[in-house]
């Protein structure tokens, strides 16, 4: 029976090729091994965004998808929250009343902090899919609910 080293490469020949979201790496030329990378969202805010991240010790990412007439409920995050709406039309509303429509391609920051009570709501007519990032200082939770 044959065995193969661990530290053996595949054939450069029989290298795959990158799907077509994807792209080779700048800087590689034809190299067998380049690294391929997929954008997974870019979104425009309407503002310059400040993050605070001076206490942040977990990254987490996530995709949220609100159906139809859902909503996320009022809540607020222990630490900044940054997102990318990759589909539909997000409807925030802050605490004090402030409405932003929120479409594909925009970005936006939900700060950290109980004083940033918020809810999302799809008042559109298609699902609302966002790519969220988390940036938290513990493994504490990444929202909380607000009655």
Same mark, same amino acid.
């Given at each position: 029976?044959?065995?193969?080293?661990?530290?053996?490469?595949?054939?450069?020949?029989?290298?795959?090729?990158?799907?077509?979201?994807?792209?080779?790496?700048?800087?590689?030329?034809?190299?067998?091994?380049?690294?391929?990378?997929? /954008?997974?969202?870019?979104?425009?805010?309407?503002?310059?965004?400040?993050?605070?991240?001076?206490? #942040?010790?977990?990254?987490?990412? &996530?995709?949220?998808?609100?159906?139809?007439?859902?909503?996320?409920? &009022?809540?607020?995050?222990?630490?900044?929250?940054?997102?990318?709406?990759?589909?539909?039309?997000?409807?925030?509303?802050?605490?004090?009343?402030?409405?932003? $429509?929120? /479409?594909?391609?925009?970005?936006?920051?939900?700060?950290?902090?109980?004083? /940033?009570?918020?809810?999302?709501?799809?008042?559109?007519?298609?699902? $609302?899919?966002?790519?969220?990032?988390?940036?938290?200082?513990?493994?504490?939770?990444?929202? #909380?609910?607000?009655?």
């Amino acid at each position: 029976m044959a065995t193969t080293s661990p530290l053996t490469r595949p054939d450069p020949a029989r290298r795959p090729t990158a799907p077509a979201d994807e792209f080779r790496a700048e800087g590689y030329g034809d190299h067998p091994y380049a690294p391929t990378a997929r /954008h997974l969202a870019k979104g425009t805010a309407p503002e310059p965004i400040e993050l605070h991240v001076d206490d #942040v010790s977990e990254v987490l990412m &996530r995709r949220i998808t609100i159906p139809v007439g859902g909503s996320t409920g &009022r809540h607020y995050h222990p630490g900044d929250v940054l997102a990318v709406v990759e589909q539909g039309e997000l409807t925030h509303v802050a605490a004090n009343g402030t409405t932003h $429509v929120y /479409h594909s391609g925009d970005a936006l920051l939900e700060p950290r902090g109980d004083e /940033h009570v918020h809810e999302g709501l799809n008042t559109g007519s298609d699902e $609302v899919v966002l790519l969220v990032t988390y940036l938290n200082s513990s493994a504490g939770p990444l929202a #909380v609910s607000v009655g």
